[in-house]
DNA sequence: CCGCGTCGAGAAAGCGCTTTCTCGCCAGGA
DNA sequence: TCCTGGCGAGAAAGCGCTTTCTCGACGCGG
């Protein structure tokens, strides 16, 4: 307290070095544990740097080491839990190895999704992007730069990653609903562009190709609940039993959007969501989903992204399997 | 393409100099929109940087400068969607000052709170923090370190923060039941050490003083679904037939616990939340609770934390209301 | 008694960028 | 013709830290 700093800010290494009376050498040593002199030295150079309250910059520490310590998430919407599950993965992962996760948010402008995504990367050692919406070609002009790259939920030759079977989860969703009798469905879709919208698309094909007798109608939607909330109008037209939401938001928008058309579920319409948010079961009535291990894909994340940190070859692609679960919000084919 | 890179890595200003036949000088002018020579320079410096896929680096353009252009925001619990919309409220606000907010969540380990914060303060140019369980000594003593610090939620002399008045919120919901001629409460708590739990506890003082008839039974809780189930079967034997919860995250969960028990609501017991999730209005049932500006303080925060950054006192700290929100969840007392 | 090995700690370069200072050059006025 | 002023662009220092290299001092064997 008694010593003046260099700038308004934060005493330097060179500050403990001098209270110390040693060079900054010393210190920095000292500090990493790297020091292999007298012990009494350390001792005055800890004291010294309590003393004066230092706190190494980890922004300098980063440019001379080469390294951060830290890696970034980018995605696509903070609020929707199902990225926060894949942050909890990938934070508690990286934790492991000592490394921090820096989170960005592209909710508010998608457009410049890959500009926010170069500048968190650019300030990191490395980048897990969940960028579903993102167009190939931007992509493309971008892995480089971007590299070391783990991609969540999206493929693409030569770069790392993990992913959610969502054509074989949206069909198992609609194969249930099939197997409560009905026949006539719908799905409202997720965001244009969307990969992992086109994933379910294919997987509903599939669906169809096996099901003759089964139509399935596609809506637009989007990927919150207030998208849900006004498809529900869209939905009741199409006369479907029975709807696949794009994710839960959707379903619960949507559930509450019939709701207020004086539409029961499941008694008139089931509905399914996917991701299996924690919300999930507490909605009125209970949301029939696909569980999706959302953490396990950011741990997975991370296993690539250490590979390749390392240098080491990562693993090959993955694709996790979602699980039905089956609540309240779908039933049996009740009308005639 | 053609191009060796110094290091594995990216291509440097050095690099870029070189190519174009100039100055790092220059093309660090040219780059930043301080260069003041002669056209076809800037155009030639241009096309190198293109060329080579020249990107700076934010690491050293952050050293030089003194500045990173980014501030932090610690919170206990990005899960918890009342963390979120601060986030977006603050990212959004910060944003239009050309500031990024980097997000830094502790739940995994409440303990080292104080290092996470330390931390992630010394990446950015400032910090605003949400720590509501931790301790007043150990924020004394890192209080000038994390400077210039925003807190939300939570006082401290000399700091500038911001804030919600739990008291007057959680007094209203307890009138709002009180009302309904509830005169058994029970209050299941928040956190152990929450700041905010102490002032929810304080404004059930308040209503305990107006209203002598009434009791307000407090009950250990938590501030996560979990908690709030687990305390289903507290609740019950208290005999209460109205319930303030921590949170909404907590009513819900205890919600469902009580259902699971039998229990009705609300005609057996009323049950009520706080924060207005956005989950709160699809819960069964919908749920009572008080709104919080969550967005509004996350903004407010950034207008404290800008004043700062500028050397200009900032605005005098803020409790911003809550405001009740009666929702299904809670109803008139039925049982004798 | 000299030289060599060893150990403790400092000097200095370097990480990639910014910015002040400086310098060379050219045009214009005396 | 000479001097001054201004302008375009480079040299170099500096941001705070790490790390290689270096050097002096000490202790030991020959």
């Known amino acids: 307290m008694t010593h003046a ?7 330097t290494i060179a500050d403990v070095a001098e209270h110390a009376e040693v060079s900054p050498a010393t210190v920095s040593r000292v500090m990493n544990g790297r020091f292999a002199g007298e012990e009494s030295v350390a001792d005055r150079v800890r004291a010294s740097a309590t003393a004066l309250g230092y706190r190494p910059s980890h922004l300098a520490r980063s440019l001379a080491l080469g390294r951060t310590g830290a890696i970034a998430l980018v995605v696509p919407d903070l609020g929707n839990p199902a990225f926060q599950a894949v942050l909890a993965g990938l934070t508690r992962a990286a934790a492991s190895d000592g490394y921090r996760v820096l989170v960005a948010d592209s909710t508010e402008s998608p457009g410049d999704e890959p500009d926010l995504a170069s500048e968190v990367r650019h300030r990191c050692d490395a980048l897990v992007l969940c960028a579903p919406r993102m167009p190939d070609d931007r992509l493309a002009a971008l892995d480089a730069e971007l590299s070391p790259l783990v991609l969540v939920n999206r493929e693409r030759a030569g770069v790392p990653s993990v992913g959610i079977d969502y054509a074989g989860g949206i069909a198992q969703l609609a194969e249930h609903l099939i197997g409560l009798g009905h026949e006539h469905l719908a799905y409202v879709a997720g965001p244009e562009a969307s990969v992992s919208d086109r994933h379910r698309r294919r997987g509903l094909d ?75 079961r507490y909605t009125a009535p209970a949301l029939t989903t696909a569980a999706v291990p959302h953490e396990r894909l950011g741990a997975d994340a991370w296993d690539r992204m250490r590979a390749l940190l390392r240098g080491e070859a990562p693993a090959p692609d993955e694709l996790l399997p979602a699980s039905v679960v089956v609540r309240a919000s779908s039933g049996p084919r009740l009308r005639a």
Chains 1, 2 share one sequence.
């Open 206 to 280: 599939r669906v169809r190709e096996s099901n003759p007798g089964v139509s399935i109608h596609e809506l637009p939607g989007g990927a919150t609940t207030d998208d849900g909330r006004r498809a529900a109008d869209n939905v009741r037209q199409t006369g479907a039993t029975a709807v696949l939401a794009f994710n839960d938001l959707v379903a619960i928008g949507l559930i509450d959007g019939l709701s207020a058309l004086g539409v029961r579920v499941p008694d008139d319409v089931s509905v399914t969501g996917f991701d299996d948010v924690p919300f999930a």
């Open 5 to 11: 700093f260099r700038r308004a800010g934060f005493p």
